[in-house]
């Protein structure tokens, strides 16, 4: 009997670290597209502990901007990757193989029901995630420095 093979799993399988990991490793190839959504690499530093932490993000755009959305599948806390960003809102993130210094900033409720509907027709999920919950969900804008 032969010994089983390793297959990696498909970019729309991963999650967490090993999206990371295979994100990182390949620059995008694997894990840009995940279920039909692009990704991004947001990478944040921990308001409490200072490490930094990287988490994939569906992401939409805005002219330079980039969108994300601190949905957490609509439970009734903000993302931790989320209040790090509000403690440092100077980040990075990885596009593909490009690595990106933005700002980040919560969109203000004027621009928002725009924002949110840019990110609803990459993500519609982020409506039945909004109806959730009672928090407001923030829509992220992510501006190249």
Do not use: C
């Not at 939409?60 to 949905?71: E, H, I, N, P, T």
């Amino acid at each position: 009997m032969s010994e089983p093979t390793y297959t990696p799993p498909a970019a729309d399988s991963l999650l967490g670290p090993e999206h990371v990991r295979r994100y990182q490793e390949t620059d995008g190839e694997v894990g840009y597209e995940w279920n039909g959504a692009p990704i991004l690499l947001l990478t944040t530093t921990g308001r409490r502990s200072g490490q930094r932490r990287t988490t994939p993000l569906i992401f939409g755009r805005d002219g330079d901007d980039y969108l994300v959305v601190a949905s957490m599948g609509g439970l009734p806390k903000h993302p931790q990757w989320y209040l790090n960003l509000v403690a440092h809102p100077d980040i990075e993130i990885q596009v593909k193989g490009e690595h990106i210094p933005v700002t980040a900033r919560a969109a203000d409720d004027t621009e928002k029901p725009r924002l949110w509907k840019v990110m609803t027709d990459v993500w519609p999920n982020y409506d039945a995630y909004q109806a959730r919950t009672e928090r407001v969900i923030p829509v992220v804008v992510l501006s190249p420095r």
